[in-house]
């Protein structure tokens, strides 16, 4: 039941966390979930399907739900597909819109009552299957890391994956294909996360179905004949945790990105603030007529401090765990030149077929 | 000179891993801090201002009982190069005694943090020393030239009545939200001001769990979102005043006073009397409190 009858009639009940909220909210005022889902799930009296979609930061997560419901919409590979509440088209919206501009979609957030959600129901037209009602979060990729360093740091993660009916976890393909460890740890993380959230027996094997999808592959195109293969090559420990823990999961890959170029951006070095004063204290001459308030009154404060050694935030330590920043020559931006989807919507049959 | 912990929150690529997370902290940051640091602190495009130097400050208690006051600005292009600038927080992590030789003011503190951190947005270790922070002359003179609004008095009165009772605030287009929340603070007992959380110049964010957020404005379209969290707006920059919003009644007397202090100058007489009040106080004794200064005051300028 989401909406409670009786004394706490004025309640709306989080679909995610079981939080009671006002009648009138929006947001669960606890982990931020849209409530709009709650009433409109209501209506539908069916169990929704949470599938999540996970992956490190940067690895695609916007861009891949973006195109995988844009697809859906124009009712690719059989499937038919309504978006329930206008809420649901802004993440296809916001990923189409930014590609037809050659740019790529805004970086999301960590604030949880900024991430996009999609609630979609969705059927198979020739099979004659039920509706199954989808929601899929578009969750913050640093804020999963920060959930898998320390547990309850985002109830509303842990909640998503302890809710889910199954999972999709993107794994940068160019990354590991190049050789670097950290997708292949950053996805053993994740399983062993998720591992830990359904908290089994040693005896017992997690029956979620997981997607792991080999995103970017267009960088390593030999990934798509044969994405298991790759995996063990090149991601051997999440194949281990895998074939240790998981009962359900298959492979696969796919690309977005038909071609890339690469242009340059200038005057990338670090700017210190022009509101600061300059290293000889004294203020900064100004073209706008009027300083900031922050501007003033660091000025003033300054003029009344009493003389500070220079302790800043350097450590007294040489040892560097920081790149330094790229000099302005080496600062690159890609340009998604054009789009070439392949196999966005393959993982995604897979779970619909499995949940 | 007062020690803090300290620790910066950023967004960069390291061997380990990528994006927003703190990068760098002091020793005495315990992981709990650590993990409430994180969910609290603004990533990526939570600042109103778009401006290479717009700056934030927020100030919050934390759950271990310690207070962090963080001052975020802009380092750059984020480098993914995904649009938008990377927003780069330090942080202060201050017991409540020290904490207090700031007088409570985040403003206070997250000045001092700028000047103490100067304009270093590069790392060279994880492993922070600990902060000195300078503070202020408590001696000095009180000041106010005004925060901006269409109607400074009124709106400083129904702000100070609004925390007081507890209630959440956003509170958009003043001109000077620094001032304005310094007088807010300055309006309460010092008792009751630690338990303020505040924010200045960050975009309101449910998972933040600020009471009183200063902002530029906030888009029509976000206005339900916040009166669903049961967070009221005062657009304080609108040319329409404060209509006949209640004042709280259990502390209209304490308010009206104090306001009406302000409203005559009499800036030194608000802060030595409130400045003074270190017991904790409910709300309902406020009224008896600002009637007993009126009329101490109003002895000792008489005998004078």
């Known amino acids: 039941m989401t909406t409670m009858d009786g004394p706490l009639a004025s309640s709306t009940v989080c679909l995610i966390c079981g939080t009671a909220n006002s009648r009138d909210a929006v947001l669960c005022r606890d982990c931020s979930a849209p409530l709009a889902l709650v009433r409109e799930i209501a209506i539908q009296r069916r169990e929704p399907r949470l599938v999540s979609v996970v992956g490190e930061s940067n690895v695609g997560k916007t861009v891949y739900i973006g195109f995988l419901l844009d697809m859906l919409s124009q009712r690719a590979g059989d499937f038919e597909a309504i978006p329930k509440g206008a809420y649901s088209i802004d993440i296809q919206q916001a990923v189409i819109s930014h590609m037809s501009h050659r740019t790529f979609p805004p970086k999301t957030v960590m604030e949880a009552d900024q991430w996009y959600w999609a609630y979609y129901q969705v059927r198979r037209r020739a099979k004659g299957n039920d509706w199954v009602d989808l929601v899929m979060p578009d969750m913050a990729g640093e804020a999963l890391a920060a959930e898998m360093a320390s547990p309850k740091t985002f109830r509303v993660i842990s909640n998503l994956v302890t809710k889910s009916s199954g999972t999709l976890l993107l794994v940068d393909a160019g990354l590991a294909a190049n050789g670097s460890s950290r997708p292949d740890f950053f996805a053993l993380k994740m399983m062993s996360y998720i591992d830990s959230m359904n908290g089994l027996s040693q005896d017992q094997r997690i029956k979620t179905p997981v997607a792991v999808v080999l995103a970017k592959a267009d960088y390593c195109p030999e990934c798509f004949d044969d994405p298991e293969g790759f995996v063990e090559a090149n991601l051997n420990r999440l194949w281990n945790m895998c074939q240790s823990r998981f009962e359900n999961v298959e492979y696969f890959a796919c690309s977005v990105v038909g071609s890339l170029g690469y242009a340059t951006s200038k005057a990338q070095t670090l700017q210190p603030e022009r509101s600061v004063m300059t290293t000889d204290h004294q203020p900064v001459e100004h073209e706008q007529a009027a300083r900031s308030e922050w501007e003033r009154r660091f000025a003033a404060d300054a003029g009344g401090m009493e003389e500070i050694d220079d302790i800043s935030a350097d450590g007294q330590t040489a040892m560097p765990s920081a790149e330094s920043m790229p000099a302005e020559e080496d600062f690159v931006v890609p340009i998604p030149l054009h789009t070439a989807l392949r196999g966005v919507l393959e993982p995604f049959e897979w779970i619909i077929d499995q949940i | ?304």
């Open chain 2, 1 to 304: 000179m007062i020690q803090a912990d300290q620790a910066i929150f950023t967004s960069i690529r390291t061997h380990t891993g990528e994006g927003y997370r703190i990068i760098a902290a002091s020793s005495g940051v315990t992981v709990d801090e650590r993990s409430e640091l994180t969910r609290r602190s603004p990533s990526h495009d939570s600042l109103c201002s778009s401006a290479d130097g717009a700056v934030a400050v927020i100030g919050y208690a934390l759950q271990s009982g310690r207070y962090c006051v963080s001052y975020s600005r802009y380092a750059g292009r984020e480098q993914t190069a995904r649009g938008g600038q990377r927003v780069y927080t330090h942080m202060a992590i201050l017991d409540d005694g020290r904490y207090r030789k700031f007088q409570y003011s985040p403003v206070a503190v997250g000045l001092s943090l700028a000047h103490a951190v100067g304009q270093t947005l590069t790392l060279k270790s994880e492993k922070l020393s600990v902060l000195e922070l300078t503070v202020g002359n408590p001696d000095a003179e009180p000041k106010c030239s005004g925060f901006g609004t269409a109607c400074d008095e009124e709106w400083l009165m129904r702000v100070v009545s609004a925390v007081l009772g507890g209630r959440q605030l956003v509170v958009a287009g003043a001109g000077s939200p620094l001032e304005m929340l310094e007088w807010v603070l300055r309006l309460l007992p010092l008792s009751m001001r630690a338990a303020l959380s505040s924010s200045i110049a960050a975009k309101w964010s449910a998972g933040r769990g600020i009471q009183l957020a200063f902002v530029d404005e906030v888009a029509r379209q976000k206005r339900p979102s916040l009166a669903g969290h049961g967070v009221e707006l005062f657009d304080v920059g609108s040319d329409v005043g404060p209509g006949e919003s209640d004042i709280d009644s259990r502390c209209a007397g304490y308010v009206r006073t104090l306001g009406r202090w302000w409203r005559e100058d009499r800036l030194s007489d608000i802060v030595a009397c409130t400045n003074k009040l270190t017991r904790q106080v409910d709300i309902v004794e406020l009224d008896d409190l600002a009637r007993g200064w009126s009329e101490k005051l109003q002895q000792v300028a008489e005998s004078s």
